[in-house]
């Protein structure tokens, strides 16, 4: 951790550890403050602020946690058991980073190896095999890009920083990436960012997020005339008149 720390220093990245977080502002008049239990509210100005505070999972696991009586965690997953489905629920398998167990982390290698798991129990099913099998983590280490030439790696207790690991972590992603395609594309736009200064990025926009979430409130509405006003706001119906025959 603390040749990570030198690195992110000199990319400029100052860091404060066991700090929690209450306001953001840019005026002197609010730094600080008695929060008590001998804390204070030290505010950092600074022109852009991203508030990054951890990963929340889809509420659909509230749903199902609802509606099976399954626990949810403070994170909004599910705690399942160990072969990856619900409780009383056999045929309901949650996996990925709605899933709450053995205090896996919410990373992509214990998504697929998951997914393996369930389409695998699936398929032996067809074949007239109840058998259960729990879901075995196989721990394949953790890797993550700080700049360009830099990145760390754990793998069990060896640990690598710097170019090494920044290479590393390139095979490895293209190597776990479903499809050649996939792996071109992903190289391509690789090379692009390389060659470069540009980096694109992928974008939600609040109008995605209402053309998504609108087939929801229809089904949940379906009497009602929505249209594509944000927040499905209703439209005015046309007043209907009726003709009458000239006499």
Request: hydrophobic share 40%; aromatic share 6%; net charge positive.
């Amino acid at each position: 951790m603390q040749r990570q720390h030198r690195l992110a220093q000199r990319h400029g990245v100052g860091e404060r550890s066991h700090a929690y977080p209450v306001k953001t502002g840019d005026r002197d008049d609010s730094a600080v403050g008695d929060l008590g239990r001998g804390l204070l509210a030290l505010v950092v100005l600074a022109r852009t602020k991203v508030w990054a505070a951890g990963v929340k999972a889809s509420a659909l696991g509230a749903r199902l946690g609802e509606q099976s009586g399954a626990a949810v965690d403070r994170s909004g997953r599910v705690a399942v058991l160990a072969d990856c489905t619900l409780p009383g629920r056999p045929e309901v398998f949650v996996i990925g980073d709605l899933m709450s167990l053995d205090h896996l982390p919410g990373v992509a290698e214990v998504a697929m190896q998951s997914g393996r798991h369930a389409a695998h129990t699936i398929v032996r099913r067809l074949r007239g095999d109840d058998t259960t099998h729990e879901f075995r983590y196989r721990d394949l280490g953790t890797r993550a890009t700080v700049s360009r030439f830099r990145a760390v790696a754990w793998f069990g207790p060896v640990r690598i920083a710097g170019p090494v690991a920044w290479l590393l972590w390139l095979v490895i992603h293209l190597a776990f990436l479903t499809g050649f395609k996939d792996r071109v594309a992903t190289l391509a736009s690789w090379t692009v960012a390389f060659l470069g200064r540009g980096r694109p990025e992928r974008t939600i926009t609040e109008q995605q997020v209402f053309a998504r979430t609108r087939p929801l409130r229809r089904a949940n509405h379906p009497n009602r005339v929505t249209t594509g006003h944000p927040g499905g706001c209703q439209a005015p119906a046309e007043p209907t008149r009726s003709r009458k025959a000239a006499t």
